[in-house]
């Protein structure tokens, strides 16, 4: 399975972005997907998921009602978007896999399996 996140860049306070993860080497309906993010100085922390069977969401207490994730199993997408950007959101960006089908998801990095290359997002004030 290869990840390949993009869509990271520069916007300012309270502008908004949606990162996308194309997924290859395996379907989104096998496929849990995970957003992890890295701050400079920072520990890796987990962003959201995606369930496989009815597509649930969830998400990281500090980014909750101001952040979306959906997927476009045609393309073999998934997508973060992410509104109301504070300058804490600044990171490296991450998409991860593992494979399981339930209408729920982790957000343990131990979980996953595979990992893609990450999206700069900067925020700026």
């Known amino acids: 399975v290869q990840l390949q996140a993009s869509g990271g860049g520069l916007v300012q306070v309270g502008g908004s972005l949606r990162l996308s993860c194309a997924v290859s080497?395996?379907?989104?309906?096998?496929?849990?997907i995970g957003w992890f993010r890295q701050a400079p100085g920072k520990e890796l922390e987990a962003v959201s998921c995606i369930s496989t069977t009815d597509g649930g969401s969830y998400f990281r207490d500090s980014v909750k009602g101001r952040t979306t994730m959906s997927r476009d199993n045609a393309k073999n997408t998934v997508y973060l978007e992410m509104n109301s950007l504070k300058p804490e959101d600044t990171a490296v960006y991450s998409c991860a896999a593992y494979h399981h089908r339930s209408p729920y998801c982790s957000l343990q990095m131990a979980d996953y399996k595979y990992w893609g290359q990450g999206t700069q997002v900067t925020v700026s004030s």
């Open positions: 080497g395996s379907t989104l309906d096998y496929t849990v």
